[in-house]
């Protein structure tokens, strides 16, 4: 007999919704799981392609209707019903109404602090255009739509941008920052490299703009009377295919905070040293994205986080970690520290995926495919002052950094300038 005769409940892992994983046998609905977490951005799995997934987020109003009262313009006019990058008539044409000024639509209300601002644009009368996110800076890159290159960056809290062609003249253009007091993001027509002046009625087509969490763009997401999150969601079951598994399982865990503030970039976090050098969006990740830093780390070099708000307990500092390259030596050898105040640390081999050498009373190292190592050490017993990452002539990819309280290391909680929850999960079947 088959093990589906024989079994008494089935489960696929395609049977999921929102609150619900539905069981193929039984067939009257009595097998059903009923699925509870509460929380969205925190909660991540590794899904069938061996990638971390985290929940695609757009925080803006109205993304693709830009003379909705959410945008508002100086200067400008938008007209609906252009010819879009997928053939259809979704795009928009922005014009000046004002001969040799600024002609700007921009979406306020909002908050962020470390975020990917994009929208897809093409070159009609003028071949240029500038975006910008606005808090306590104004982070802000021109972009050359006839030619698809960079120009200008500039503003505090500027960390990368991007343009990328998507065909028939269009192309992706983002900017992502980390500012303080983030509530508003920019579109400004523009003629040249840092000019934004130009001609009476000239104009530029825009599609699909959207602010999201972290170090890239995301998917886009289209919003018409609230921000979205899309993917894993308040109440979705995480199907997880951690260790390369082919059929996933259904991944419950308590509710764990990362006090790490930053979890994927490391501009923000404390150095010490000499020649600390971090290169934000180095490599692809364990997300599968362009968002891994490169570490750059000289003998005596460290750089960590602090400050934090800890009571006693048993606590587990985990970093992913992948060497540059393929031999063995000191650069590739990942050390983690926790202050409490005296020093626990071990040593990783990025290498050969073993522990070198600990002082910490529990150190482990897992693989995450792809060359990518998730190393963990856990102090019992303890009050953390300082999560500390280090190494001797050290250089190599980092990505995920996660403080937690509790003896092993859960499944990533990205933090994006705050320490984040991710709530409890049950499952239950009535």
């Known amino acids: ?73 100086y200067q400008s006019a938008e007209t609906g019903g252009q010819p879009d990058k997928d053939g259809g008539s979704t795009a928009w044409k922005i014009t000046r109404l ?12 909002l908050s962020y602090s470390l975020a990917t601002f994009s929208v897809y644009a093409k070159a009609a009368e003028e071949n240029w255009i500038y975006i910008e996110g606005v808090g306590s800076t104004f982070p802000a890159q021109y972009f050359d739509l006839q030619n698809g290159l960079k120009g200008t960056a500039s503003g505090g809290g500027f960390i990368d941008s991007s343009i990328t062609s998507v065909g028939g003249g269009w192309y992706r253009v983002s900017i992502t920052f980390n500012i ?4 508003r993001v920019s579109i400004y027509q523009a003629t040249a490299d840092n000019t934004l ?8 087509y825009i599609q699909d703009a959207q602010i999201n969490y972290g170090l890239v763009a995301q998917e886009y997401q289209e919003t018409t009377t609230t921000s979205v999150v899309a993917g894993i969601t308040n109440d979705m079951p995480r199907l997880d295919y951690s260790g390369g598994a082919s059929c996933p ?98 040593f990783f081999d990025l290498v050969n995926g073993v522990v070198i050498s600990q ?28 999560a500390v990452i280090y190494g001797d002539d050290f250089d190599s990819e980092i990505y995920g950094a996660q403080l937690e309280l509790g003896s092993y290391s859960t499944s990533l909680i990205p933090t994006y300038g705050t320490s984040a929850t991710r709530t409890s999960e049950s499952c239950s079947r009535t």
């Open 1 to 73: 007999m088959s093990l589906f005769t024989d079994s008494s409940l089935c489960l696929v892992p395609s049977g999921v919704k929102d609150g619900k994983l539905y069981s193929v046998k039984p067939t009257d609905g009595s097998g059903d799981l009923t699925f509870s977490r509460g929380s969205d951005i925190e909660a991540t799995r590794v899904n069938a392609n061996g990638y971390i997934e985290k929940a695609q987020v757009n925080l803006l109003l109205q993304s693709n209707t830009f003379s909705n009262a959410a945008w508002v313009n």
């Open 98 to 109: 004002v001969d040799g000024s600024n002609s700007v639509i921009y979406q306020t209300g």
């Open 180 to 183: 303080s007091g983030g509530n």
């Open 197 to 204: 002046s130009g001609a009476l009625g000239d104009g530029i």
């Open 249 to 346: 399982s259904l991944l419950l865990e308590g509710s764990r905070t990362n006090y790490i503030t930053q979890s994927s970039y490391y501009g923000t976090w404390l150095l010490a040293g000499t020649t600390p050098t971090i290169t934000t969006n180095y490599g692809i990740s364990p997300e599968g994205v362009q968002n891994s830093s490169r570490l750059q780390l000289d003998t005596g070099d460290l750089i960590y986080q602090s400050g934090f708000s800890l009571s006693t307990g048993n606590y587990t500092f985990s970093v992913f970690g992948k060497a540059i390259g393929d031999t063995y030596g000191v650069d590739t050898r990942l050390g983690l520290r926790l202050d409490i105040p005296s020093a626990k640390t071990a």
């Open 359 to 386: 002082t910490a009373d529990e150190a482990k190292i897992e693989s995450y495919g792809n060359g990518w190592w998730r190393c963990s050490i856990t102090q019992n017993n303890c009050i953390v002052s300082n």
